[in-house]
């Protein structure tokens, strides 16, 4: 059962167009959710991160729309660019025992055209 | 800041073999590390979660005797592939938390690992 679920697999957007990826979660647990960018050959990077009492986050190009009541977050990349083809994950946080860890989604593999 | 090296980034060798991964975080103490795995165009797949100076806790599946973690200082972590076959190929993973309340994982680059 796939705890965070990341839509959609891949995604296809114009230079200068908005990216837009969607994650939904159904843990009420969870309480920091990031997401990462991930380049061929390469480990994950954290691109940006909120918590479940902001509703929208933004840094730059990207911005996080976090809706509490129904679960869900997304990822807008605005003005996308042919540098920011890459994969995106988004994940949640939750406490294990003594530690905390990352629930993953599946990932959505943007492409960019030029 | 929150520089994460990870070593070697590409490792072939010969089927039975160990081979040693080592997970440094250069720019601040981590607690807590993680180890993870990744097939081509799949999510990340955790494999244990290490404290330093403790037994690193592995998630289902994941042989403890087959991949041994050790996490001996505040910035250095390893994974052994014990007697490693075609099947333990694969992309590796680890990440480092710094210390202190609710922060966020810092990825290395990972190691490509291959076993003819």
């Known amino acids: 059962q796939q705890q965070v679920k990341q839509s959609p697999q891949s995604l296809i957007v114009q230079k200068g167009g908005i990216s837009i990826i969607n994650c939904a979660y159904e843990?009420?647990?969870?309480?920091?959710f990031p997401w990462y960018q991930q380049f061929p050959g390469k480990g994950p990077a954290l691109l940006i991160a909120i918590r479940p009492d902001v509703s929208e986050k933004k840094e730059g190009r990207f911005t996080i729309s976090f809706n509490k009541s129904a679960k869900q977050f997304s990822l807008h990349i605005m003005d996308s660019q042919p540098g920011d083809s890459a994969t995106y994950f988004c994940?949640?946080?939750?406490?294990?025992?003594?530690?905390?860890?990352?629930?993953w989604g599946l990932g959505t593999s943007l492409a960019v055209n030029p | 800041g929150a520089v994460v090296s990870q070593h070697p980034s590409w490792v072939i060798c010969k089927s039975g073999t160990s081979v040693k991964i080592e997970c440094r975080s250069l720019d601040f103490q981590a607690t807590t590390m993680f180890w993870y795995r990744q097939f081509p165009k799949q999510s990340l797949m955790l494999m244990a979660t290490s404290n330093e100076g403790s037994k690193a806790t592995y998630e289902q599946g994941v042989e403890k005797d087959k991949f041994l973690i050790n996490h001996a200082s505040l910035t250095l972590s390893t994974l052994t592939v014990t007697s490693a076959h075609p099947e333990d190929s694969s992309f590796y993973i680890c990440?480092?938390?710094?210390?202190?309340?609710?922060?966020?994982?810092?990825f290395g680059d990972g190691t490509r690992l291959s076993i003819l």
């Open positions: 990440s480092a938390s710094p210390a202190g309340g609710n922060q966020p994982q810092h």
């Open positions: 843990n009420t647990a969870f309480d920091y």
């Open positions: 994940a949640a946080s939750v406490n294990a025992g003594n530690n905390r860890k990352l629930i």
